[in-house]
Structures are given as structure tokens and as C-alpha cells.
């Protein structure tokens, strides 16, 4: 069964912290592997992806690390700022097909 | 471009009656996908399709139906509504299926089945 388990459900960060939310998934065959970002009544909207052939992809104050070998990767958000606050989704992607994490509300105190 | 709509943004049906849900892109996109959301959990694929005339099952595909006659729209048919199919459907599109190619999703109707 094609699974990507994440963590945690919630997360509260201050202001200026780091937010990690964690994914682990058990299929070797995922080759794509998309961040994404959802506000409360809207739609997903990505975020940031990486390959598996990429330990880790910078862009602005987002980073995803990638541990290929233990089927992990993780969204790494720098100085978070209130206006992160929203849903996170990881996913992984075969052949066409995205399997969805079951996300984290991350909830960014002023 | 409008991106991807969908309509209508909320519906209450009644266990057993049917309905359709709309999808619109005006991205040329080839490629356009259902899923739905269900609280605290991830979107689950149902259908999804690779050009007009092509579809083909996701992940959840029992209770619905598909058809996509043209680019641009690609209609999610829901015949004898259950209490289970409350959720919040989402429709997406991409140009084309391959790694690193982005979906971009509409707004999403929010279903609920008493």
C-alpha cells in the first residue's frame, strides 16, 4: 500500500522559530516529492519539491531535506512569522499519481 | 487565467440523490485530477485524467464517475449520494503527468451528505 505517514498533526512555533515537520514513506518507486501549503478555504498550493537524487533544496526561508536511505524527508521553515500559519502537506509521487501525508497545522504565535 | 474553478463551492444533498461537481482550467493543461479531502487527513485521489477521452481510477474511485470530452473540463459525477462522500472535493491540473511538473489546485467544494 502506498502510504506517506507525517508529523506531527499540530505544531505551535513562536515567532522567528523553526518549524520541521516531519514524512516517511515505504515505496522505493516514488520519484517526486512536493511540499504543499494550504490556507483555511483554499486549495493546496505548492510549495517547494525535491528529486530523490537531491539530499536537500533551499528556497527563501523553506528546505526540504531528503534521507533516501531511511525514507525520510522533512520541511525545514527558518524564521517563522505568523503568516506561515496554515496547513502542510507532504506528498509523493508514482507513476502520475501524488499520495498525500495527512498534514500539519502549523500555528506561528506573534 | 482563472486557474482552475470549481462549482458549486458548498452543496447539502440528501442520502440517495445525485450531483455533479464542475471543474474548469484555462491552462491548456492536459493533464486534471479529483480529490478529496475528509478532516484531519490528506487528499485522496479518485480519478484523474491524461488528455480528453482518457481517465483512469486513483486511490477512493467507488461512488463516482468521470468523463472528460473536452481540455478543459473535466466533470466529477456522484450517483447515490452516501453520508461517506462528505468531504471537501478539490480538482486539480497539471500540463503534463511527469516528475517536478506542478498541480495546481481549485478552491474546492465542500459536500455534505445527510
Known amino acids: 500500500q502506498q502510504q506517506v505517514k507525517q508529523s506531527p498533526q499540530s505544531l505551535i512555533v513562536q515567532k522567528g522559530g523553526i518549524s520541521i515537520i516531519n514524512c516517511a514513506y515505504e515505496?522505493?518507486?516514488?520519484?517526486?516529492f512536493p511540499w504543499y501549503q494550504q490556507f483555511p478555504g483554499k486549495g493546496p498550493a505548492l510549495l517547494i519539491a525535491?528529486?530523490?537524487?537531491?539530499s536537500e533544496k533551499k528556497e527563501g526561508r523553506f528546505t526540504i531535506s531528503f534521507n533516501k536511505s531511511a525514507k525520510q524527508f522533512s520541511l525545514h521553515i527558518m524564521d517563522s512569522q505568523p503568516g506561515d500559519s496554515a496547513t502542510y502537506f507532504c506528498?509523493?509521487?508514482?507513476?502520475?499519481?501524488?499520495?498525500f501525508g495527512s498534514g500539519t497545522q502549523l500555528t506561528v504565535l506573534p | 487565467n482563472a486557474g482552475v474553478t470549481q462549482t458549486p463551492k458548498f452543496r447539502i444533498l440528501k442520502i440517495g440523490q445525485s450531483m455533479t461537481l464542475q471543474c474548469a482550467q484555462d491552462?491548456?493543461?492536459?493533464?486534471m485530477y479529483w480529490y478529496r479531502q475528509d478532516p484531519g487527513m490528506g487528499l485522496k485521489l479518485i480519478y484523474y485524467?491524461?488528455?480528453?477521452?482518457?481517465?483512469d481510477k486513483g486511490e477512493v474511485p467507488n461512488g463516482y464517475n468521470v468523463s472528460r470530452s473536452t481540455t478543459e473540463y473535466f466533470p466529477l459525477r456522484l450517483e447515490l449520494a452516501a453520508p461517506s462522500q462528505t468531504s471537501v472535493y478539490f480538482c486539480?491540473?497539471?500540463?503534463?503527468?511527469?516528475?517536478?511538473?506542478?498541480?495546481?489546485f481549485g478552491p474546492g467544494t465542500r459536500l455534505l451528505v445527510l
Open positions: 486539480a491540473s497539471s500540463y503534463s503527468g511527469s516528475p517536478g511538473e506542478t498541480q495546481y
Open positions: 515505496n522505493t518507486a516514488f520519484d517526486y
Open positions: 525535491i528529486r530523490p537524487d537531491v
Open positions: 506528498a509523493a509521487r508514482r507513476q502520475r499519481q501524488l499520495t
Open positions: 491552462m491548456n493543461h492536459n493533464y
Open positions: 485524467s491524461v488528455g480528453a477521452g482518457i481517465t
